[in-house]
């Protein structure tokens, strides 16, 4: 979810859910390191629970990292071990990451000796077109070993060569029951499952075998479905909240924003753009808050344009 899941994200995400834990886009430790820190970590008060997902392979760098994260407020700090992309198998982290399992125990010790916030680990199921079982079972096991108790597992291979990052979310095939095997063959852990999975129904099956469902893209294409999970899966009582209350909480928000830090109302209004996906007149709705000859309008103008032109 890289460049999607930033602080304005999180906050419209967290107005649709207050139970469902967060996690930022992959931040990786040269960024912190050498960069902007508060750019890459600043958060907002309502976002928590959020995690922090470090992008790293050395020890002493992603242990620094993680102090970082705790001093600005995350509630978890989560290591990629998943990512396929090109960018990211050169800084030597990521998916290829799976083939150095010693090298990941060793990073989440240095993090969990750092901090005092759970250290969890994000990974596939296996590397390029290796199918063995056995792979990733070891995986699991030496990075357990050293203090890991979550694995947030994508049910599919990351190919490092021959597929796009797009490619490597479509072509390798998802194979939920090496996740479900994980869950039979480390009880005590906690497994979390992700990959494909677009409806409550399907969340509510994978809750019979493992632990726990991370779902991405299609959360952030129809992110109204966030407003459901309190009741569905942690049994809180219906939130009282409309599509129009949550936009308007967003109106407000960029208000905010622009006089606190200047930032254009556009680089936040593109995380909602799916807040009435499926309803009549979505498309002409969205048209409008996409459209950035308006940029010279304030929010709540564009709201009132884009509710004018609704059915």
Known sequence: MLDWTDRHCRYFHRLLSRRARLYSEMVTTGALMHGDVERHLQLNAQEEPVALQLGGSEPADLAHCARLGAQWGYNEINLNCGCPSERVRRGAFGACLMTAPALVADGVKAMADAVSLPVTVKHRI?????????????????????????????????WLSGLSPKENRDVPPLRYERVHQLKLDFPDLSIVINGGIRSSEEVDAQLCVVDGVMLGRESYHNPWWLSAWDTAFFGDAPLNISREWVEEQMVHYMEREAVAHGTPWPAIARHMLGLYHGQPGARRWRQVWSDHHLKALSPAQVMARAHARLP
């Open 126 to 158: 296996g590397i390029d077109k290796n199918e063995s079982y056995s792979f990733v079972r070891d995986f699991v096991g030496v990075v357990s070993q050293a203090g890991c108790q979550v694995f947030i597992v994508h049910a599919r291979n990351a």
